[in-house]
């Protein structure tokens, strides 16, 4: 096996080290879903994680790895959205300041729970600024470690214990099908699962608007796309991180992409069915799941459920 | 102990029917709900539970000791919600022919879910018609068995599986805090649990516009109201029942009420904070709670989430 940036072993130690921290998200079965997939599903619902997404995995394995001196000095995030919480919540519980630099407009909701778990916000112009230039102006000017939301290895390590979990919990799989973006959360999903059972096949979902993943599969090199018109905010990334790519590339399937629409199906069935509040990009394996886009009839599958942070009137909105 | 309808032995013995046949729900914990009541709290998640509620535990149990001449015969149920769904799916699961009496009025997505567990489906007029006599005639007819929501020893038994699991899942509590309409749920629990933890205070949950407990204990006797008016569609009961009531009034430490404000704002943080779908009567323990209705600062505290069957419009409409 080639050296990838992250081992099994990391993703051992991030689940140790998130022992008792992070929660320990159930694999939730429905007869339903089995009956109408003809396979064995398991889903890992890291909606019901704190801070109402899988991020939180990441960002608390990367910051309880700082020393004394890094701590004392704090952490930067940039992020409208998940990591940006789950960076202010692994900080608080570590007793880290942390500033996260959002957009002037990002939802007043995210805003509201990011300041509520402590973290001091810096808003910039999103037409005007650049997030990324004002995140190292606060590095350099602070001696701040700045938190990337993916590409990263203990970000990756951490995301890859959700897998380690499911597989401990449901028992071996012979598909296990992520949600990506950055690629953090299927890399290490990929990495953890093909460590603990050989042979699994591992796919990916992206918004068909946002195929940046397919493309750069296919043509064996990391593709930049514009910004995807999605109503999966989470997974609006342009290209594969740098990290994420080559382990994708190595272990995994193949990546497979839902339509907005799609993502709507599967939102409503997870709120009709299965009860659970589950945001657009967070719906996007189950959604690949419904709509048939991998071979699981027979088989034991997982699906990541990646998140649940959405706002009531959007969500309203979303599964009427 | 004075000798009740049920005895624990019964909710033991509904635990082995209902191994791998129910599922196994969570006891769900929050950091948020733990810092806002200064608690440590357990939520027992039965809008997980097969077709969305803990309705399932009884009616299984109930079907499951059926002899093979009654399963034979089949089995008639008169229900507009939870219940209907909860015999249907438990016949269909042990080869019963389930026939449902519902109002001509009841919401087509319950309607339709439990057409969808295979059950017939006898509709009657709520204005002219007497479900209780449409019932009886089933069951004279066709010798039939008549399952009862939850004035029945084996359904008050599978009811009370509810607290076994989350005390055996949870650990020892102080206080279990449980929905209550006929009084089912609020028995068994109130069985299980001070038979497990003896000392438990155990506090049932009405709507205010529909407080027949409150009154009933009150009055030490069984006190009949007209049919309330609330979102709490599942606990619109208008008397307790006949075992239950000597159970609660013997086991618990009392009912307190909630109003529908407050089961909105229950259902809210559920979906806000816990990602969880909860329908209104299923939000009662949760509002209780949030609104302080029981001393539990420093405490164990187990609360039941007793469904979460709500159509999508209605629950866009009461999260907004």
Redesign the interface.
């Known amino acids: 096996m080639p050296a990838f940036a992250v081992s099994f072993d990391d993703i051992a130690a991030a689940a140790t080290r998130l022992r008792g921290i992070a929660?320990r998200t159930?694999a939730?079965?429905s007869?339903t879903l089995d009956a109408r997939t003809g396979a064995r599903v398991f889903l890992k619902a890291e909606?019901?994680q704190?801070m109402?997404a899988f991020k939180f995995r990441g960002a608390y394995n990367r910051l309880a790895q700082l020393d004394a001196g890094e701590r004392a000095r704090g952490v930067v995030a940039f992020s409208s959205g998940n990591h940006a919480q789950g960076v202010a919540l692994a900080a608080r519980l570590l007793g880290i300041a942390a500033t996260i630099v959002m957009p002037s407009d990002a939802p007043a909701?995210k805003l509201a729970a990011t300041r509520g778990y402590g973290a001091e916000i810096v808003l910039y112009e999103r037409a005007t600024m650049n997030r990324a230039e004002i995140a190292s102006a606060l590095v350099a000017e602070r001696g701040a470690t700045l938190v990337p939301p993916y590409d990263d290895p203990a970000i990756i390590a951490g995301a890859g214990t959700t897998a380690l979990e499911l597989i401990e919990d449901a028992g071996p799989l012979d598909v296990l099908i992520v949600c990506t973006g950055g690629g953090g959360l299927l890399s290490g999903c990929a990495l953890a699962a093909t460590a603990l059972t050989p042979g699994i096949a591992v796919y990916g979902v992206e918004p068909v608007a946002g195929d940046d993943w397919v493309q750069s599969l296919a043509r064996n090199e990391r593709v930049t796309i514009p910004i995807p018109a999605t109503i999966a905010d989470g997974l609006q990334t342009q290209t594969p991180g740098e990290l994420t790519f080559p382990i994708v590339r190595a272990l995994c399937a193949g990546v497979v992409t839902v339509s907005d629409d799609e993502l709507r199906l599967a939102m409503?069935f997870a709120?009709?069915?299965?009860?659970?509040?589950?945001e657009p990009s967070g719906a996007a394996a189950l959604a690949a799941l419904l709509m048939e886009r991998v071979d699981v009839r027979g088989k034991r599958v997982g699906v990541t459920i990646s998140g649940?942070n959405v706002d009531?009137?959007t969500?309203?909105?979303l599964?009427?």
Request: charged share 20%; hydrophobic share 55%.
């Open positions: 929660h159930p939730i079965t007869a909606n019901l704190r109402g909701a409503r709120f009709e069915r299965l009860k659970l509040v589950i649940g009531a009137a969500f309203a909105r599964i009427a």
